[in-house]
Every structure is written in structure tokens, then in C-alpha cells.
């Protein structure tokens, strides 16, 4: 039985891009027909399912991307290169990585006291910390040599310190590993500078991930206590053998532990978006029929990477406190958990201005955590902004108002008080709800610095909500907006206040997925919506009805098409209706698109 429903069966594989040398520092391929819900349900063991719970209930936590591309601080011969893919983007040798990054890095002002202090005061239950990056090098006392311990002569095992100092403080610890990229090692995917290939010959990758990636990972799960979760990446090379003998391992050695979806192949128990992923709508996709399944995203605190430099990771990111609390609110609000990355320094230590930014999240959880913590999503699969629930309860985050008004439409449950969750008083908020619509006035001086939370006390545990199908206009027009879409994969990303696509396009498995009612059935000619791009072919499909489309068009400039032939509705009734990019494009190409619309043929 797999956890998730795949809608449509796309027949392309992935197809594999070269990665530019950009801002972009990270790799996004993906292996196999799914990228989740391989994983048969009987996994979900009493061991997982607790932890799964203790995930969804805790929401929040901090990602750590630290190891020895911190020494470089982003520099390679005197330019600005690349943070954690520095030795990618630089193209350094392993030999001159390993004298001037691995050999000299020697955390001496490290102290897990001050991060577990850093990550608690900031609202965050959980950490998950990089135990080996891309580069190859081990951030704990491995028996591989490339190690921090045995390498570098750093005496001190950091995971180990981290690990003890967790365990006493009831903070729960994850370790990031990289499976398949490692730059370090011959067989180990990615170093074509130094390899001659980026993806290797089969029986070399074989003998690198059996002889460091899968004894790292049962040092890993056998020398550090309880480990919460492995989060892999970059499954490049993975195959079902190999993602199914990660699973046993960390089963055998941490029966509680989760693992992602990175694993590769569709593995794994949750799963994760790309970098910064967003969705425009309630994903409970992953959810089983008595466990709540929580995707994932994460985003970085630092500038231009996520691991520290010396000009994105000093950067005073107060003007962005609220909109990281804001994140927060959409991915809870959406149905996902939340990893906020830090990159410390080569010393060990966190930049204040890190601190600051994740610790003003924490003082807005110690006034709002109740919106957040164990908190369902939005009763409204489409909420117009950030939405909570708890039963009897719906949570409103507000960043900016007009006029001291709220609106709300969807709504269909009675609602019978509504106050803000930060005046000690409770004072009730005048409203008016006139059937699906809510309006509240919020007196100016209730607002909060940051993100205002309205709480509505409803009359069911569980609100009641309009019916969310998209309808046929009078007119016999249909509109497919992203905003009113469903992602088939975490592996695209959403703009909020462009309402478009970022980053569709990469992979025939990015599916955007409507629900329709058709009124008036016949054949409608479609008008697409975007920034063009004349590489990038996608199918819309309908029922057995499919019709190839193109972007063609000015690359950055929004404009509307029509697009050649029609698609046919053959009778009344409630479409799905699905876009699948065919001809892909690269992650750097910067591609938007809004939406399509039907127009009945005349």
C-alpha cells in the first residue's frame, strides 16, 4: 500500500541538468517513477508513528549547515564564489580543498550549550545538523579518515558533544548526510573536475557507498544516542537496492528514526520540498487515515547560500523578521513542518545577527505558539493567507491590514467570539458574518509589530468551509490559476505575491493539478499565462483528452497566449485537470506561470 496517491502516471524519467554557476546552490534531480510513497505503510511502526507525531506537533526547528567551506567563508582566489558549493562552483581540486578548507578547520569556540540555548530561545524543538556534506568531509569522529577528528586534528568529536547535550535538554537531534554527491572520493557522485565525470561508473559508486556512505550512516544511528531523523540528499545514483538498505539500517540501529524523502526512489517517511519550497494550497497528501504525515520545506536565515560567508552571513536580516514568522504561519497553515538553517562560523560560534533573526521568531511563539504547535492546517484548502485550526478554533495571521478591516470568505461554520491572541484582555472583536463571508474590525492599537493573530471560537470542532471546486463561469470560460492548484510533488515551489510557479518546469513529474466543475461541456480553445520560454513544451490533460502546449515567447515578460488546437470535455461533471511539463527546462531559467484558461470554441 503506498502512502501517497500518485493522480497521473507520467511515463518521462527525469532528465538530467547541468548545474549552472549561479546563486543557486543546490541540486535537484530526482530518480525513479515517484518521488514519495514508495515506502509501504507497515513501515509507520509504534516507534515511527510516535516520532511522526512528535514532528507534527513540534513544527519548527533548526537546521545547522556547518563543515570546513566555512573556512573558505565564501572566497576562492579573491572572488565571491558560493557557500557549502564552493568546492563545486570553484571547481577545487581535493587536494587544495583539503589544505585549505578541511586541514584548517578547528572549531575551537564550539559549544553545544550555546547552540541548544540559541535553537530553544528561538521556538525550535528539534535540530538537524549536517554530519557530511557534499564535500565528503565527516563533522564527527568517523573511522573514515577524512574526518574533523582524524583530518583535521580537531580533538573533539562536535556531534557527540551536541548529541550529549541534546539528550539532556529533551531537544530532539537529526543529522543531514549526503549519500550519493561527495566530492571527496572517486566513486562518490558529483567532482567531474577532479573525476573526469559527475556521475560515476557503476561499480565505482557502488564501492564508495558501501564503504563510507553506508558505514557512516551505521556510525551515525549506532554512536549518538536517539537520533530523530536522517535527512538525506541528492539521491544522484540511488537505486531501489540501495535507498531499501538505508531504510533497514536506520530501522535496525534507530527504530524511531525518520527518514526523508531524499532518501531517492520514493523512499521514505515524509517528505520535502525543494529548497525554500512553498505550495499555494493545504497539502494532507502524505497523511495516513490515523496519522498525520507532514511535509516539509526549509529556508536559510543567511544570505546567497546556507552555509556561512562572510557576505551573507553577518547580514543584519531584521527588515525579514516577519517574514520569517509569516513563513512559519504558511507552512503550518499548509500542512508542513519547518526547518530554519543557521550557518555558523569556522569557529563554532553562531553570528549574532543569526541569532537575532530566528530570536525574534521565538518571542512572537512565546505570545502565539498555541497557533502553531500541534496545530492543524487550514480548514480552507485555499486559504487567501495564513490560516490554523485547532478544534473549535481558527487561527487568522495577519501581516498587513487595510483600513483596520479583515475579510475573510469560506468560512460556513457560526463564529461566536474572535479576539487577538496577544491582548491579555480577550476583548471581543466586532464582526459580521453574513453567510460565507467574515469581517472583523481589528482597533489599530491591537495590531502587533509583526504578524497579528485573530483567534475565531467556532461552533464545531472541526470547521465547516464552502466547497473549494473550481465552477465553470456563466459564461462557459474556466479558469486554472496556479493559486487555485495542487502540487503532485513538494518539488516546485509557489510566489505568493506574484501567484506563480517558481521553479516548474525541471521535472516531468511537477504535475499542477485542478478540480473542476464542468458546466457546460464541448471543446475550449486555451490560453496559457507566462513569462515564456521557447525551450519548454507541457501537456494538459484531461481525462483521455491530452494536448501539448509551449511557452514560447518573451523570456521574463508575463504575457497571454493562445495556444494551437483545443481541449474537449465530453460531459458534465467534476475534471481533474493536470499540467505536466514535457520538454523540461533548467532550475536557472527563471520561468512563471500563472495559469490557462478555457474559452469555449465558438
Sequence with gaps: MSVLIILFLVQMSCKNKKIENNAIDYITETSGKVDFGKTDVSAYTPEIRANMKKLYEDKFGMFVHWGPYAQLEGIWDGEEVAAEWIMNRAKISVKDYEREAAGKFKPMKFNASDWVDIAENAGMKFIVITAKHHDG??????????????????????????????????????????????????????????????????????????????????????????????????????????????????????????????????????????????????????????????????????????????????????????DFIYSLCRIVGNGGVYLLNVAPRPDGTIPQSQVNSIAAIGDWLKVNGETIYGADPSPLKFPPYAITSKPGKVYLYIKDMDDNQLELTGLLSKVNNAYCLADPSKQSLVFNQDGAVLNITVPEELWQPRVTVVVLEIEDDEAKVIDETLQQKQNGTINLPVAKSEFAIRRISYDYEEKVTYRWGESTKQGLIWTVNVTKPGDFNVVSEDTGNNGFTYNLIVANDTLELNAKGEKGRMLKKKQAGNINFSKKGIYKIAAYPKETIGMSSRYKFKGIELVPVE
Design 137 to 322: 568531509f565527516a563533522m564527527y569522529d568517523s573511522k573514515h579518515p577524512y574526518n574533523l577528528v582524524d583530518f583535521a586534528g580537531f580533538k573533539r568529536d562536535v556531534l557527540k558533544e551536541l548529541s550529549e547535550e541534546c539528550a539532556a535538554r529533551d531537544m530532539k537531534l537529526g543529522f543531514y548526510y549526503s549519500q550519493s554527491q561527495d566530492w571527496h572520493e572517486k566513486g562518490g557522485a558529483g567532482n567531474s573536475w577532479d573525476f573526469g565525470s559527475r556521475f560515476k561508473p557503476q561499480d565505482e559508486f557502488n564501492t564508495y557507498f558501501n564503504e563510507k556512505a553506508v558505514m557512516q550512516v551505521e556510525e551515525l544511528t549506532s554512536n549518538y544516542g536517539d537520533i530523530f531523523m536522517i535527512w538525506f540528499d541528492t539521491p544522484l545514483q540511488m537505486d531501489d537496492e540501495k535507498c531499501q538498505l538505508m531504510m533497514d539500517m536506520v530501522k535496525k540501529n534507530q527504530p524511531g528514526a525518520l527518514v526523508n524523502s531524499r532518501l531517492g526512489q520514493g523512499y521514505g517517511h515524509f517528505e520535502v520540498s525543494i529548497d525554500n519550497g512553498k505550495t499555494p494550497s493545504v497539502s494532507k497528501a502524505t497523511w495516513l487515515s490515523d496519522l498525520k504525515v507532514p511535509w516539509q520545506t526549509h529556508e536559510s536565515i543567511t544570505e546567497r547560500g546556507w552555509g556561512y560567508t562572510s557576505y551573507g552571513g553577518e547580514n543584519d536580516r531584521s527588515a525579514a523578521y516577519s
